[in-house]
Each structure stands twice: as C-alpha cells, then as structure tokens.
C-alpha cells in the first residue's frame, strides 16, 4: 500500500495539542536534558480550540479572537504582527489570506514567505508599515526572527495550518525540513 492511498481513504482529524508535544518531544528528545524537556512542555491552557473542519479560516478566527478589533486598534508596533499564521506552503498562505477577509475588516497582512518576494524586501517593509498579521513559511518567519527582522513579542496568536494537506497529502509537519 501506498501512503497516499491510505490517507484519501481515511478522513482528516482535527489537530490536538498532544500532536504537537509528541512532535516536539521528539524533534528534540535526543538533544536535550530531561530538564530542558520539560522546559519545553506546553500546558493545554496554552492551546486555543482546534478548528473541527466545520469551520472557514474566518469564522473560525473570529470564535477564537472574538477581540480582535480592540486588539486591532491599540497595536501600533512596528516589525510585529498580533497574529502570525504558519503555513507549508507559499500557496497555501496566498490562499488563506484570501479566506480570512471576512475576519481582518482593515487590518494589514505582511506576506512572510519566498515565493518572489526577497528578504530584505520584507524586512524593509515590516520596518516602515504596522502589521496586525503575518502569514507565510516556516522557514521565510525563522529567518526574519533569526535577522531581528520580525519581533514576536507582541504576537498574541500563533495559528498551524495544522490539518491541510498537499498534493503529496503531507501537512505540515510532515515535511521534514519544518
């Protein structure tokens, strides 16, 4: 049997916070020191309610921000985002910023991803402009945070793109480069 024949034929689950911790206790259970595991457990209360699929991106974001336009209106940060949207794919993140314009009414989106954008592009224009969200690549957002680019001090929501699949039916943490 092939993978991506077991896959379409079982129906995708919401994501947990369990998937998470697995996947980090993993990634990082041979490095580290049995105290700097559990450094790095996250306790439910840190976890927002998964999307159950019976959701659109927007009306799910607005279940759980239900503030967002007084978040909104008293962010005034610059090289910060209030939310910031982690996707596997440049497409994916076109997408999704698509699909959230019933949540963002006037807010800025900041595309963080390389699809035909350059870095220093980015990093200029979170420098000049205030942004309320950010969605884009795993890699493109470590890099502007490695280069001081993006300051995630002020990020309130952090939102996986936990459940969508590819074409190769991956998601996102499946691919091993995430």
Request: hydrophobic share 40%; charged share 30%; aromatic share 6%.
């Amino acid at each position: 049997k092939k993978i991506s024949d077991v896959l379409q034929k079982s129906a995708p689950k919401p994501g947990v916070p369990a998937d998470l911790q697995n996947l980090l206790t993993q990634h990082f259970g041979e490095n580290r020191s049995v105290i700097e595991i559990e450094e790095l457990q996250l306790s439910d209360s840190c976890f927002l309610p998964a999307n159950d699929l019976t959701h659109s991106f927007s009306s799910y974001l607005k279940e759980i921000c239900p503030k967002w336009a007084k978040l909104r209106r008293i962010h005034k940060e610059k090289k910060s985002v209030v939310m910031l949207v982690l996707c596997s794919s440049a497409l994916r993140s076109l997408e999704l910023i698509k699909s959230m314009t019933a949540f963002k009414g006037d807010c800025r989106v900041v595309k963080l991803f390389a699809k035909h954008i350059k870095i220093k592009e980015q990093m200029n224009t979170l420098e000049k402009g205030v942004f309320h969200i950010g969605v884009g690549t795993p890699g493109r957002v470590k890099a502007l945070v490695e280069q001081d680019a993006l300051c995630l001090n002020s990020t309130k929501y952090m939102i996986l793109d936990w459940n969508w699949r590819d074409q190769k039916l991956r998601r996102m943490m499946d691919i091993p480069e995430v």
